[in-house]
């Protein structure tokens, strides 16, 4: 169990409410030092896990491991967390309130500052620091928040729909930064519902639904799991059109502007290889990939 | 992790002390109260120079003698009626018409006027003339010295109250004192509770709505945060009662000094008094005197630890029940569903504290004082009557158990709310939160 490369591990976690289970016996393995995709449709149970983690409730059953030992409450300061619902003092300064929320999480005073100021240099709102939250715009109270969540520079970061609300700017230089933290060494947690960022960012993931784990692992490994046999064609045109045969069937075909379109679907036991020799005998091969199934069709076929 | 609670008291305070809103109330309070005593009287000593004439039509001649000019009211004998008398613009206040003799027919007298006549005149003539005819009907008896018979009955009595001490010795006590002291520290509570209690829901309500909760309590117990709110929030009464405290007493010294009543003078003048020479002091200052031994002779040590003791137990517990609200409901408007039983326990403790005034050792006062919900309040107004200790202690006990198991409950609460947003939960939902682990 005591797998050093584990960064976080929870195992069997059961919680039940009043009229229903939230979490039905779910483990996860967040690696360390990777990005950990939390994926699942609302309501399937990750806000009820992302706070078990979080120490802000408890399971019913299960347990916790973190960093190589039992969770323990003074964890919380080595967490920094970014929930989807997002919210700051509005009355108070930016300046103050960071430093507020950063000393809570047990920085000293000056170094909370220190921090800060360099923080805002970078992200350019330095300006910012004496004015009150609701003076900013959405955009720069989200990067405060950012801020806010990384400041005291936790080993896990734990990012709940992080891209929500950001424009495609902001939400470009926030990928930026958290793949950033991941070459530092942090361990991110990464919960969405947009598929795309997944692809994009995530090395591990987690589907949940209906409170159970319905698949995990590592995301190009689940992608290999969810091969289809699928692949696309493009070769000149001219020739006779492919028929089906022992090796492989025609699923479309579509001919344009000189140039033939083909949906393949490989029979099994043929490897990427033979296939490809098989086509090249025939005709004339522009273009060959293999269609992988997109995280977006994976999710939508484990959820259905 | 205790170090966090530190934190939130540091900023619950910081935020509400250095808001220009408090330090305005803080300074100008103790101005407005004096104003809100000194107002009154002066313009009460406005309203005396205007002087109002009243027409008095006495068919009889009998009564004019009776009516006599006062600082409100002038009497102006007149042999009828006249409509000039009811002219608008006259500057007539009202007319007294008395067409007979009020001994035989006590229905023979009227007041007219263009406004509702004002009620202490009303009041005057009808003492006066009550007064005449009683007299009246006493000489119809024929008694011999009737004269001197009616100054004697006459006279005023003025009853003292001398409290014993515990060594069974004299002292001058003043139970009108007594009263008032009782009621400002009642008031003091009340007031406090409530408005600093709300404080405390506001603070709450602030973080759910603002949806930075979730964010606090990634760093920080749900128990620690709520308990650095109330703690915090305490601090800001406990600082400004010291203010006003100070203030006061430096108001009320600049007072006393303006109206050469100063300290040392007063103990002279509580020296001669003890030594029996009543020779040439005025009667005000004698008065002034009795106020200020009744005032010393209350018992301001037990008055102040009680204060503190019922003012902490009493927020507390009121405290964490509006903690508890705030992190229940979504919006401001919920909240009075939960708010109005509270206010009409502590209104029904203020008024157990008015009408234990008159029976300090009655069942009402002693119960009021027993029941948690209400003893802050009503037992501030019996202490300066001697309370039995074992009164006392009975009734703190009470106090901080049931503030103890509230503060319980409400964390409770407190924990699970603050992450419910949605509808409105219901009682019983809240009582399914404490079940939650």
């Known amino acids: 169990m005591n797998n050093p490369d584990i960064f976080l591990s929870a195992s069997h976690i059961v919680k039940r409410y009043a009229e229903h289970t939230a979490l039905n016996d779910v483990s996860i393995e967040v690696p360390r030092g990777k990005i950990f995709g939390l994926l699942g449709p609302n309501g399937a149970g990750k806000t009820t896990l992302i706070r078990i983690i979080n120490r802000i409730t408890a399971p019913d059953s299960g347990s916790v491991m973190f960093d190589g030992h039992e969770f323990a409450p003074s964890d919380v300061a080595r967490i920094g967390y970014l929930p989807e619902e997002r919210g700051l003092y509005k009355k108070m300064k930016v300046g103050e309130q960071a430093v507020y929320l950063a000393r809570l999480k047990g920085l000293s005073k000056q170094e909370a500052k220190q921090r800060l100021q360099q923080w805002f240099e970078r992200f350019d709102i330095m300006p910012w620091w004496d004015k009150k939250l609701e003076e900013l715009s959405k955009g720069m109270q989200q990067k405060v928040q950012f801020i806010i969540t990384v400041l005291h520079e936790p080993p896990l970061l734990i990012f709940d729909e992080p891209f929500s609300g950001f424009d495609p700017v902001n939400a470009e230089l926030l990928k930026q930064e958290i793949l950033e933290l991941k070459r530092k060494g942090h361990t991110v947690i990464f919960s969405t519902h947009n598929m795309a960022s997944v692809e994009d960012i995530c090395d591990e993931m987690a589907l949940i639904n209906r409170s159970q784990v319905a698949l995990s692992g590592n995301v190009a490994e689940v992608k290999e799991r969810f091969r289809t046999g699928k692949y696309e064609l493009v070769c000149t045109g001219g020739a006779a059109p492919l028929t089906d045969t022992e090796a492989y069937r025609v699923l479309s075909h579509t001919e344009a502007d000189g140039v033939q379109h083909y949906l393949l679907h490989k029979a099994d036991g043929l490897t990427n290889s033979e296939l490809v020799a098989l086509l090249a005998q025939q005709t004339e091969i522009r273009h060959f990939s293999e269609q992988l199934p997109s995280m977006h069709e994976i999710f939508l076929k484990c959820v259905q | ?437």
């Open chain 2, 1 to 437: 992790m205790k170090n966090n609670t530190l934190i939130v008291i540091q900023r619950e305070f910081m935020t509400r002390v250095s808001k220009k809103s408090f330090v305005l109330l803080t300074i100008l309070m103790p101005f407005i109260f004096a104003a809100l005593i000194v107002v009154p009287l002066w313009l009460s000593t406005i309203k005396d120079d205007a002087q109002r004439t009243v027409v008095v039509v006495d068919r009889t001649t009998h009564y004019l003698s009776a009516f006599k000019d006062d600082k409100s009211y002038r009497f102006v004998p007149a042999p009828a009626m006249l409509p000039e008398h009811r002219s608008d613009t006259t500057d007539v206040e009202a007319v007294v018409n008395i067409e007979g003799d009020l001994s035989k027919d006590p229905k023979a007298v009227k007041i007219y006027s263009r406004k509702e006549v004002s009620a202490d005149l009303l009041s005057y003539v009808t003492n006066v003339l009550n007064e005449q005819v009683r007299r009246d009907k006493l000489s119809a008896y024929d008694v011999q010295g009737l004269d001197k018979i009616i100054e004697d009955v006459q006279s005023t009595l003025e009853v003292s109250t001398v409290k014993w001490n515990d060594e069974g010795e004299e002292s001058s006590s003043n139970t009108g004192i007594a009263i008032a002291a009782g009621f400002l520290f009642t008031f003091m509570i009340y007031m406090f509770v409530m408005s600093y209690g709300g404080m405390v829901m506001q603070s709450v309500m602030e973080e759910k709505t603002n949806r930075i909760v979730e964010l606090m309590v990634s760093s920080i117990k749900p128990f620690q945060l709520m308990m650095g709110k109330i703690v915090g929030v305490a601090m800001v009464g406990f600082v400004q009662l010291l203010i006003w405290g100070v203030m006061l007493a430096a108001i009320l010294g600049i007072c006393s000094v303006a109206f050469g009543l100063d300290a040392g003078a007063m103990a002279e003048a509580q020296g001669t008094m003890a030594a029996g020479a009543q020779g040439n002091m005025p009667a005000m200052d004698a008065a002034d005197n009795e106020v200020l031994t009744a005032l010393l002779n209350l018992p301001f040590a037990e008055l102040g630890i009680m204060f503190v003791l019922y003012f902490v137990g009493g927020y507390l517990l009121y405290a964490s029940f509006f903690a508890a609200v705030g992190a229940s409901i979504n919006a401001q408007e919920d909240s009075s569903q939960f708010i109005m039983p509270v206010v009409l326990i502590m209104v029904f403790g203020l008024y157990a504290a008015m009408y234990s005034v008159e029976n300090t050792d009655g069942p009402l006062a002693f119960w009021a004082s027993m029941f948690p919900l209400t003893s802050p309040i009503v037992m501030m107004v019996r202490i300066p009557f001697d309370v039995p200790l074992w009164q006392e202690l009975l009734s703190l006990g009470l106090l901080y158990g049931t503030a103890t198991l509230f503060v319980w409950i409400s964390a409770k609460i407190y924990r699970v709310g603050i992450l419910m947003y949605g509808k409105k939960p219901s009682l019983r939902e809240m009582l399914k939160w404490l079940r939650y682990k």
